[in-house]
Nanobody, 122 residues
Framework: QVQLVESGGGLVQTGGSLTLSCVAS????????MAWFRQTPGKEREFVGV????????SVAGSVKGRFTASRDNAKNTVYLQMNDLKPEDTAVYYC???????????????WGQGTQVTVSS
């Protein structure tokens, strides 16, 4: 089991950029596919992106395609979400998650971080 801690959230203006980080501690980080989800109050958790164990493949949601990129550094036990051209509708709490399936479904992920708030002002 791994433990996950996100960081890098904050307040940014429309069109700005942020990079979120998620550091894993515990066992065998590179055993896990890593995903990013986001959630706003009153709404269901939304898939943002996922990266394979090796980092060789990624997939992102259509709403962020061309703007967000997932990457990882297994030597640092860290996964990243680079977010460019941010929009007010990207405002949410962002979570990283670890799982054994390369999936966009939140119930395929067994371990979650505590989340980091991203706020995009218009």
């Amino acid at each position: 089991q791994v433990q996950l801690v996100e960081s890098g959230g904050g307040l940014v203006q429309t069109g700005g950029s942020l990079t979120l980080s998620c550091v894993a501690s515990g066992r065998a980080f590179d055993n896990y596919h890593m995903a990013w989800f986001r959630q706003t109050p009153g709404k269901e958790r939304e898939f943002v992106g996922v990266i394979t164990r090796s980092g060789g493949a990624t997939s992102v949601a259509g709403s962020v395609k061309g703007r967000f990129t997932a990457s990882r550094d297994n030597a640092k036990n860290t996964v990243y979400l680079q977010m460019n051209d941010l929009k007010p509708e990207d405002t949410a709490v962002y979570y990283c998650a670890a799982g054994g399936t390369f999936s966009s479904k939140d119930n395929d992920y067994t371990t979650w971080g505590q989340g980091t708030q991203v706020t995009v002002s218009s």
